[in-house]
């Protein structure tokens, strides 16, 4: 009898810690609070949830998957119409990464002297004109990225973010498409890019102009 209650507890406990799914990319970024670190990591895997539950795939063919529709302009529309990704782009509006990360597009000149930009406390909230807002070129999260990154194509992509270039999102798709390898998309800090870089950076451009 005691045998049997043993088993019932630990087959409860396997069954709690599988519930408790969460991913780790961002936790070795430097310069960010606890709180932006919890939050890119939410991000992220609520990105590859929806990913693998859209494309019926596993996680890293799903990522490819995402770039190949991305590339070709054809992304489902559901990726961006369920009420999670609305919370989700809330969230990361009303957070301190939002504040110090993110920037006017008027605010980055694309040269290779570029000086510190400020935060722009409270700018999202401006209605008119409309301002396009980007990853701050010089801030903690993009250099991070560079330091830590280890992959060749992803490298070159943070070069011009850091330079202030405005890429196209479906033509950054498609030259990691023909340049990533699926061992390079095991990395964490793709995964992280492709998610809070491209998918919600997307749907913050997606929301804001519609």
Do not use: W
Not at 57 to 73: G, P
Not at 126 to 155: C, D, H
Request: glycine share 4%.
């Amino acid at each position: 009898m005691k045998t049997k209650a043993l088993s019932i507890i630990l087959l409860a406990l396997v069954i709690s810690c599988q519930g408790k799914k969460s991913v780790d990319y961002a936790n070795s970024l430097v310069g960010l609070n606890k709180e932006d670190v919890e939050l890119l990591n939410s991000l992220t895997y609520r990105f590859e949830e929806l990913a693998t539950n859209v494309y019926g795939k596993d996680v890293e063919k799903a990522y490819f998957q995402y770039l190949q529709d991305l590339a070709n302009n054809n992304l489902p529309l559901h990726f961006f119409r369920y009420s999670a990704f609305k919370s989700d782009l809330e969230r990361l509006r009303a957070s301190s990464f939002y504040e110090s990360e993110m920037v006017p597009l008027s605010l980055v000149k694309a040269d290779e002297e570029l000086t510190e930009i400020p935060p722009t406390p409270g700018y999202q909230k401006n209605e008119a004109p409309f301002e396009t807002m980007v990853f701050n070129p010089k801030g903690a999260y993009i250099k991070s990225l560079i330091q830590l990154n280890k992959v060749k194509v992803v490298s070159e992509y943070l070069q011009f973010i850091e330079k202030g270039v405005d890429l196209s999102p479906s033509l950054l798709a498609k030259t990691l498409i023909n340049d990533l390898t699926i061992a390079e998309m095991q990395d964490p800090i793709v995964r992280l890019i492709i998610s809070v870089n491209f998918h919600y950076g997307l749907g913050l451009l997606i929301t804001e102009t519609s």
